[in-house]
């Protein structure tokens, strides 16, 4: 009841002396028209003679009344405003509670995000490493990726150091927003001089603002106000300096260091794989060419035996090569075909160089001693562990679609496709040179044989590519000076 009370009359118990005077006003009104109303028939009553005690009756009952009013008002205020304070505590308290569960749980999100764009970064950073860039292209876009984090106040400034060990200097491989004349002050710096040097000396993180009146007077400007040092480590090999340029309200913190020292060690990782690779293809090269000059030797070593087939071997390598090129086929069955062209004849090392150079016809006899050079060629051949399958292409350079071929007698998809590459370069070379025992025959006649049996004896795919090579890009033979006198 009093709640209720309390609740309609709340205006009262907030303002007591307002509600007071207003009760005054009200009683003052209710006392006057009391005193006329009844005053006059209780003075008829009694009397004229009362009338002093009758009004003295009315006003000090009105009043003393109002007296117990204003007191009763008194203790319902402050009852009333004891739990008006009571409920404000309790609200500022609440308050507060929300106020706390809203700053924590922005910061969660910020953690989240933060963490969030961390993963992005290092995913980032891994995928460049897959990518075919060079090296110094690698860093420019990972430091781009770097000096982009939206949670760190940088500069948009900063560099990649790696160093140098036979000049034990840093170079400075990857720049983003530095001026021409820092760049070209800093471009190498001794690795025991600079910050730079120290700092991947430490194998620790650096956070530095005593660099600015040496790069003032160095390069005459003044951009920046923090420097991020972090070494780029690959277990005991120093391999280079992170530069980061933060402003100057920015600390970096042990969070931060953290995730800044992940960088770093993939960075290590990419620029130790890319290092590794550089000297692994290195190597490849070289063995490449190695490789190259023993075949050759070997193509020397046949032709050395039989002068009139000097040049055959790189001609039809040639040959082969532009015919599988126009084929489309991949960059390794191109290599394959090339480095097969060149010594497809190694077998003939084993056939008595009379018998090669014999000007009139050839036997039966010697003609089939003549047939074993593929497999002498692929005995030899077999034992090198190539990249390409060079023995069986040599193998099979003579093998025909409808097995009429030797020495297998292998047909169609049997055949591996550079070896029947190959063999329609080898007769078209064949056929338009000149031999011992028959004049050349010319290109034109060799364009008819592999185009009569287009399909029966060779390849439909190969014999097209050779066609549109001679009458559509004037494909042509080169000879070397040597090679021209056995030609006429």
Same mark, same amino acid.
């Given at each position: ?8 009359? #709340?205006?009262?118990?907030?303002? @007591? ?6 009760? $005054? ?8 028209? /009391? ?20 009004? %003295? ?11 117990? %009013? ?35 749980? $922005? +910061? ?13 970064? =290092? ?10 860039? $060079?090296?110094?292209?690698?860093? &420019? ?18 560099? %990649? ?10 170079? !400075? ?33 650096? =956070? ?7 790069? %003032? ?19 005991? &090999? ?26 770093? &060690? ?42 009139? $087939? ?7 390598? #040639? ?19 090339? /480095? ?8 003939? /090392?084993?056939?008595?160089? +009379? ?46 679609? &409808?097995?009429?071929?030797? @020495? ?30 028959? @004049? ?6 060799? !364009? ?41």
């Amino acid at each position: 009841m009093i709640r209720s009370f309390r609740k309609k009359f #709340n205006l009262f118990f907030q303002f @007591p002396t307002i509600s007071f005077i207003l009760l $005054t006003s009200i009683a003052l009104a209710l006392a006057y028209t /009391i005193q006329k109303k009844v005053g006059n028939e209780v003075f008829l009553l009694f009397g004229n003679g009362h009338a002093g005690k009758i009004n %003295i009756i009315i006003w000090g009952g009105i009043g003393l009344s109002f007296v117990f %009013i204003y007191i009763y008002i008194q203790v319902l205020f402050r009852s009333t405003s004891h739990g008006l304070v009571l409920r404000s505590e309790e609200n500022v308290e609440l308050l507060n509670q929300v106020k706390k569960q809203l700053s924590e749980r $922005t +910061e969660m999100e910020e953690e989240l995000k933060r963490n969030y764009q961390i993963q992005t970064l =290092l995913s980032s950073l891994l995928r460049v490493s897959l990518t075919n860039m $060079t090296l110094d292209e690698q860093l &420019d876009e990972i430091l781009d990726q770097i000096i982009s984090i939206t949670w760190l106040d940088m500069t948009s400034k900063g560099c %990649i150091y790696l160093f140098d060990p036979e000049q034990e200097v840093l170079v !400075m491989n990857a720049y983003m927003g530095l001026p021409d004349s820092l760049i070209k002050s800093f471009q190498k710096n001794s690795d025991n001089l600079c910050l730079c040097g120290q700092t991947m000396g430490s194998g620790k993180g650096r =956070l530095s603002d005593k660099v600015k009146k040496r790069h %003032i007077v160095k390069s005459g400007e003044h951009f920046f106000n923090v420097h991020y040092y972090l070494p780029i480590i690959h277990g005991k &090999d120093r391999l280079g300096v992170l530069n980061l340029l933060l402003s100057g309200t920015h600390l970096i913190n042990d969070k931060e260091d953290e995730f800044f020292h992940s960088v770093a &060690d993939v960075l290590a990782g990419i620029i130790e794989q890319r290092r590794t690779d550089d000297k692994l293809n290195q190597t490849v090269s070289t063995l490449r060419t190695a490789l190259g000059g023993t075949i050759h030797a070997m193509a020397m070593t046949v032709e050395s035996r039989d002068p009139y $087939t000097a040049g055959h071997q790189r001609r039809v390598s #040639n040959l082969a090569r532009a015919i599988a090129t126009e084929m489309g086929l991949s960059h390794d069955q191109i290599e394959g075909t090339r /480095i097969a062209g060149i010594v497809h004849d190694l077998g003939k /090392i084993s056939v008595p160089s +009379e018998i090669l150079s014999k000007p009139g016809a050839i036997s039966t006899i010697e003609h089939m001693l003549i047939n074993t050079h593929p497999q002498k060629g692929f005995e030899i051949l077999n034992s090198i562990n190539f990249p390409w399958p060079i023995a069986q292409i040599v193998l099979q350079h003579h093998e025909r679609l &409808d097995g009429s071929g030797y @020495p297998a007698g292998l047909t169609k998809d049997n055949i591996l496709i550079e070896a029947r590459v190959l063999s329609v370069a080898d007769v078209v070379e064949a056929m338009a040179s000149h031999r011992p025992y028959r @004049p050349s025959r010319g290109i034109q006649l060799a !364009m008819e044989e592999i185009t009569e049996n287009r399909g029966t004896l060779y390849d439909t795919r190969v014999v097209d590519a050779c066609m549109k090579l001679f009458l559509n890009k004037g494909f042509k033979f080169d000879l070397l000076p040597n090679e021209e006198r056995f030609q006429a």
